[in-house]
């Protein structure tokens, strides 16, 4: 596989350190709040990146740490009367409920911050040791111009580094190059834990060295997260592990574009941010969300609107046709193996689009190609039972890497089964009021009957009905509820 490294700015094979095995880091949420889709474009790449590694036979342990002490979640904490952990552990559990309805696969480890304040002692700790440190009222800081490759992975040469400027703030300004807090004082009415160097907590940067070199090793493959990650947290994280192990840290670091709304980053400070959770309140299907935050080259911006979003169900619907078509409509006769090649070109294409950067455009193209061709192929009634049985099994390999083909709906549903029953019945003694009558109820659970000469088939409806974007006066942008009627059921 090729992969663009952000550290070299180069195109390169990715050689893991073991061979066949990839270690992956990616940095995970802060739990103060409920992640944006701006966030879960970050992790849904991240899970595609997992999902074809695997997919082109690595074997991948994955690290995502969760941020359970920092700024923003004392403040909340403080600001409600609540202990840290009631602020962070509801809102892990959502993030985990957010992972599942992305079908984002689990990674192999989710340490949380708290949990490793040791490891993060004894890091810190070691670059006091080596001389990389100093402690002003009570914080211990990184000394920036100590460490000579500082700058490396943000092409920081040509920009003023300000060493010796403190900053102790988990949120840093833009281009606020200064030396960086390793671990904070405590203040009053914060929590703290004991040091050798004093009560304190530990800084952002520092939890994420701690944990992915006690999980992957001190020197590992894959580093990954937003643009927005590269400087200062990603800098700092190399400064810290390097700056105490001596040793390379991450072989290959990765970064996705950000998601946009209007032009600008979807940022929960800026108030333009959607949830997973405003999004399906308004009736739009989890697998077109994911569609939509893959579907793009991780390393071009992503522009969010509804319409995309509708383009998206209605990709989504496409691969759901052709499933229930193969489903539903009685095996021909033809020649078998005819259809094969058409199916291991699609399966050819898909992986080397993908093995080359994850050339997503190229994966899907390769994937519509086969639903298209398979619909010509079903047509013509030349799907025989083996070829059919061929094209499943390579709509499941596809969906093992894409996540989006709705499996619960191949399943036969007795309900709507008994009702179409009930409706021929209707139909045969001439009643056709109560025909009428079924197929509306019907419609309007988003169920669409289609009669053709093998008999009834239904289908869920694939584009739930578009309501424009509305701007109101509150900072947060929400779209009035869609009518129930688009509720789809899955
Ligand atoms: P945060 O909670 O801000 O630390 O972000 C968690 C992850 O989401 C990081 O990998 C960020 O780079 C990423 N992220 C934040 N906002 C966006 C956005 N608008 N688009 C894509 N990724 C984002
Ligand atoms: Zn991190």
Not at 14 to 35: K, N, S, W
Not at 160 to 179: H, I, N, P, T, W
Not at 188 to 207: I, V, Y
Not at 356 to 370: K, M
Request: include cysteine.
């Amino acid at each position: 596989m090729k992969i663009y490294n952000t550290l070299t700015h180069r195109y390169e094979e990715l050689e893991p350190i073991e061979p066949g095995h990839v270690g992956m880091y990616t940095c995970g949420p802060t739990v103060y709040d409920f992640a944006h889709i701006g966030n879960f474009r970050a992790y849904v790449w991240e899970d595609l990146l997992r999902r074809t590694l695997k997919f082109l036979g690595y074997r991948v342990t994955q690290v995502m740490n969760i941020t359970d002490v920092e700024d923003k979640i004392i403040a909340k904490s403080v600001a409600e009367g609540l202990t840290l952990q009631q602020v962070t552990e509801p809102i892990t559990q959502a993030f985990f409920e957010d992972l599942d309805t992305l079908r984002i696969e689990r990674a192999e480890h989710y340490p949380r911050a708290t949990e490793h304040i040791p490891e993060m002692l004894e890091l810190a700790r070691r670059l006091q040791e080596r001389g990389l440190t100093y402690t002003s009222h009570g914080s211990l800081y990184f000394r920036i111009d100590e460490f000579e490759n500082y700058g490396r992975l943000s092409n920081l040469e040509n920009r003023q580094v300000m060493s010796g400027a403190r900053v102790d703030s988990d949120e840093y300004a833009k281009d606020d190059v200064r030396d960086f807090v390793l671990w904070k004082a405590h203040k009053p009415g914060e929590p703290a834990w004991d040091s050798p160097f004093g009560p304190g907590r530990p800084g952002w940067h520092l939890e994420c060295s701690a944990m992915s070199m006690k999980y992957l090793g001190k020197s590992f493959d894959l580093h990954t997260g937003g643009v927005d990650n590269i400087f200062p947290h990603h800098e700092n994280e190399i400064a810290q592990s390097e700056g105490a192990t001596g040793q390379p840290f991450v072989k290959y670091w990765m970064h996705a574009a950000h998601l946009m709304v209007d032009g600008e980053k979807m940022a929960k400070s800026k108030g333009n941010f959607y949830t997973l959770r405003d999004i399906r309140e308004q009736g739009h299907e989890p697998r077109a969300i994911r569609l939509l935050l893959l579907g793009t080259h991780y390393r071009s911006p992503l522009n969010f609107t509804f319409p995309a979003v509708a383009q998206a169900t209605a990709e989504v619907g496409r691969l759901d046709d052709l499933t229930a078509r193969l489903d539903r409509e009685p095996e021909t006769v033809g020649r078998n193996g005819s259809f094969d090649g058409v199916v291991s070109t699609a399966l050819d294409e898909f992986s080397s689009a993908l093995a080359d950067d994850l050339n997503i455009s190229g994966a899907l193209g390769a994937v519509f190609r086969l639903v298209r061709e398979a619909h010509v192929a079903m047509d013509k009634a030349e799907l025989p039972r083996d070829s059919r049985r061929g094209l499943r099994h390579a709509l499941e390999r596809l969906d093992g890497v894409l996540g989006v083909i709705a499996k619960p709906a191949l399943e036969p549903d007795a309900e709507i089964d008994a009702l179409i029953g009930q409706r021929n019945a209707a139909r045969a003694s001439k009643d056709f009021a109560e025909a009428d009558r079924i197929r509306d109820d019907l419609v309007a659970r988003g169920i669409l009957l289609e009669d053709t000469p093998q008999g009834t088939v239904w289908k869920r409806r694939s584009a739930p009905e578009i309501t424009p974007i509305r701007r109101g006066p509150t900072p947060r942008c929400r779209e009035p509820p869609m009518p129930s009627r688009s509720i789809r059921r899955t």
